[in-house]
């Protein structure tokens, strides 16, 4: 139970705001250090900026300076302030922000009330804005597969210098979507003092540690730019200047205020305490301690500008944490209280004269300020420039065409993220950035696009384990090696090495011909397995397999979710001969030779391959191939289709797969074209590959209910409960189908979703009399 006690009274116990920060102590640590190092030159080199701007249009009374602090989750309090001063009718002409404070800040002085800042603050997504990975449903084909088969995305860049990491732990991509729908859409400003209330942001200086404060340009990348924390958050490069959180230079800002002329500061403090002694209990936070000491540095000389004149709030918000951002709304009545404390020590007329203590009459607007456009998202804005700023290897034409922007077009904002979203998916983008120049007469739409500087090689990895506890384990170790970029359209050649049940060395090269949406595909593998020849649930003996594979064809991509390809393909296979038939084979081992064609298409809207919750996948492979085995010769037609769909409402999900698998002639050589059944969700309590044919049919139900989120912001790892329902069988002949053969299944099961792959306990029994008890790890084998 939540109360609050602020007139618009605010209050949801069920936000689960807990940023990226509360899972990364690492990155903090990172921080810290960052802190410590440029903390001698920041006092040293730092130089407030002198602007004679705002005040000077403020006649007849002081002019007001509101002053917002940093503090991270604490800002609630800055908006339980604002509150405060709009009921007192405080004029307020001047808004200087660091970090959260530049947020809130922004959000005030772009024309916001606080209840409007509060409503946003509740209604805001803060976890999606500390994620920089889109839903997989938003991500092109090819590069779902990828995420899909090699699920630990370290993001590690491997080139010739070495192995190399990102500036940022977090890309700040989505920091900047979120902004943008807080703040609406604005034109590029030449002066912050064109906003309802004239504003200034602070940032610092990454390379020399010095105070840099904004005062014009794009409104959203302004506060970005204050509040990009160092290690953990990409920084923003502005004028040639890398600009990380303004905390480590001016926490809060009273000297800019001071220095743009405001009589009258009103300075929020919301900087945490030392810890104790006892507090002191590791590591982290005895670094935690560090930065406190560091940053009280800076505070304290900016309250020691502070006259009697000025007033200095610092609300007791209790232990909300510098990372509780769950809680940041409870930091509002905290912020509102301790101004109206405050307020009733001063007499109101030293403010603005002839306003009385207790006075309620509204004061004008703020003079000299001027009303800015703010168009909702799906407000459509004629484009008539576009003035890119590419730095990356790509082509102008290819990016302008994945985002979907044209000179000429009339194109709504919502329109142009989505735009983003589409080249952002791409995976070789480290940020995009946009803004308007004007939202009337001539709008020039202004993209900037920059390129993951720790490429252009990428490593992902993969682990994958299996133990059913009676007749089989499996595992499997892999590593992906991604050369992007190879063509100014987005080539890119991707190898790969797996050890583990089976061993598997591949090499792709992908090529896309300019912007027609094709693209030419060459591809080669090598892959050893072992594993057990079975015939109607009977095991033949082990059978070791030694695949060599090329392919290479067309295919045609043009929209995201669908892709088809036409490859021609060799394949050269070597199967030992069982144990349990030397004494009536011929031959130890057999070789086998395939030629043909292969037709593949896919569609894919999942937003998640393991726990999806929405979309539909479909997945079709028909080949003709000419094969030869044992001096035998033949042409064999294979189809294999599949479909998985899912519905859900709130915490439960139903999906529904169904398989088909068949040699379209019928007298197929008995080796080839096999497909098998057996394992967790694939006819559940048998072992695996128990039963296989040239003709597999199969359909499941699974149920699933998400016992808890585990959303820690950047990162999240929903448990589930769930249980399945399974029906399936396999023939040789096509004759021998018979739906009334089909074999029962059923399996109970606990579901994590964790960053390197599904993980499952579960339990299966089947009506042949299998059961078994499961421990999963990592994508399916």
Not at 27 to 51: C, E, G, H, M, T
Not at 76 to 91: C, D, F, K, N, S
Request: glycine fraction near 10%.
């Amino acid at each position: 139970m939540c109360e609050l006690k602020t007139p618009f009274k605010i209050c949801d116990p069920s936000m689960k705001n807990r940023l990226v920060f509360a899972a990364l102590p690492l990155l903090l640590i990172i921080s810290i250090a960052f802190n410590v190092a440029v903390a001698d030159q920041r006092y040293a080199k730092s130089s407030p900026s002198v602007d004679d701007g705002p005040c000077s249009e403020v006649d007849n009374r002081p002019c007001v300076a509101l002053v917002l602090g940093g503090g991270g989750a604490k800002g609630g309090a800055h908006i339980g302030v604002i509150q405060a001063l709009e009921e007192r009718h405080i004029p307020v002409d001047l808004v200087v922000g660091t970090s959260i404070g530049a947020f809130v800040g922004g959000l005030y002085a772009s024309g916001k009330d606080s209840a409007a800042i509060a409503q946003l603050f509740q209604q805001a997504d803060w976890n999606s804005g500390y994620r920089d990975n889109l839903t997989r449903s938003d991500i092109p084909m090819r590069r779902k597969r990828q995420l899909d088969e090699f699920q630990i995305h370290v993001d590690l860049g491997l080139t010739r210098k070495g192995v190399s990491i990102p500036k940022g732990f977090i890309q700040g991509q989505s920091m900047k979507t979120l902004l943008d729908s807080m703040l609406g859409t604005y034109p590029n400003f030449t002066s912050f003092d064109q906003l309802p209330i004239p504003f200034r942001a602070v940032a610092a200086d990454a390379e020399t540690g010095e105070e840099i404060v904004l005062s014009y340009g794009d409104l959203a990348t302004a506060m970005q730019a204050s509040m990009s924390l160092p290690g953990i958050v990409r920084p923003i490069v502005h004028e040639g200047r890398i600009l990380v959180d303004g905390g480590i230079a001016n926490n809060v800002p009273i000297s800019v205020a001071k220095n743009l002329g405001a009589d009258i500061v009103i300075a929020v403090d919301i900087g945490a305490s030392a810890n104790s002694k006892d507090e002191l209990n590791s590591g982290v936070a005895i670094l935690l301690q560090l930065t406190k000491f560091l940053t009280g540095r800076n505070v304290a000389e900016q309250k020691a500008l502070l006259t009697s004149s000025d007033i200095l709030i610092i609300p007791e918000l209790g232990d909300i944490g510098l990372l509780s951002f769950d809680r940041v709304l409870e930091a509002v009545d905290k912020g509102y209280q301790q101004t109206l404390t405050e307020l009733n020590q001063r007499s109101l007329a030293i403010i603005a004269p002839g306003l009385n203590d207790g006075d309620v009459t509204p004061l004008p607007s703020q003079p000299g300020a001027t009303t800015t456009q703010n168009l909702p998202f799906d407000d459509e804005i004629l484009i008539s420039a576009i003035n890119l700023s590419n730095n990356t290897r790509l082509n102008d034409d290819y990016i302008l065409h994945r985002m979907g922007v044209a000179v000429g077009e009339n194109m709504a904002v919502d329109e142009i993220n989505t735009g983003i979203n589409r080249l952002y998916g791409q995976g070789t983008i480290a940020r995009i950035t946009t803004s308007w120049d004007d939202l009337e007469g001539d709008s020039a739409l202004n993209i900037r696009v920059d390129e993951k500087e720790w490429g252009p090689g990428y490593l992902d990895f993969k682990f994958n384990f299996e133990d059913d506890f009676s007749s089989f384990s499996e595992y499997q170790l892999g590593a992906s090696y991604r050369l992007t970029n190879l063509s100014q359209y987005g080539a890119e050649w991707v190898s790969s090495f797996e050890v583990g049940t089976e061993k598997v060395i591949n090499t792709e090269l992908y090529w896309p011909i300019k912007k027609t949406g094709f693209f030419w595909d060459v591809f080669g593998e090598y892959e050893r397995t072992v594993f057990e020849y079975k015939d109607a649930g009977r095991a033949l003996g082990t059978v070791q397999a030694r695949d060599s594979t090329v392919s290479a064809g067309i295919g045609w991509n043009t929209w995201d979710k669908f892709e088809v390809t036409l490859s021609a393909l060799y394949r050269r296979g070597v199967f030992d001969v069982p144990d349990y038939l030397d004494e009536y084979a011929t031959v130890k081992d057999i070789h086998v030779d395939q030629r043909g064609g292969i037709l593949e298409v896919n569609f894919d809207s999942l937003d998640n391959a393991s726990f999806p919750s929405r979309g539909w996948n479909l997945k079709a492979i028909l080949s003709r191939t000419r094969d030869e085995v044992l001096n035998l010769s033949n042409y064999s037609n294979f189809i294999d289709a599949q479909y998985n769909g899912v519905l859900s409402y709130q915490r439960h999900s139903i999906r529904g797969l169904l398989r088909y698998q068949s040699t379209l002639n019928h007298d197929a050589l008995s080796l080839l074209g096999s497909a098998s059944l057996g394992g967790f969700l694939n006819l559940s309590g048998n072992p695996s590959n128990f039963i296989s044919g040239q003709h597999v049919r199969f359909a499941s139900g699974v149920y699933t209910y998400q016992l808890a989120e585990n959303d820690f912001g950047a990162i999240d790892f929903p448990l589930y409960l769930g249980f399945s329902v399974e029906a399936g069988n396999a023939w040789y002949a096509k004759s021998n189908v018979d739906y009334s053969d089909l074999i029962h299944s059923s399996s109970l099961f606990l579901g994590w979703d964790t960053p390197i792959g599904p993980a499952y306990l579960a339990y299966g029994r089947s009506d042949t009399g299998g059961k078994s008890l499961y421990v999963f790890l990592g994508v399916t084998f």
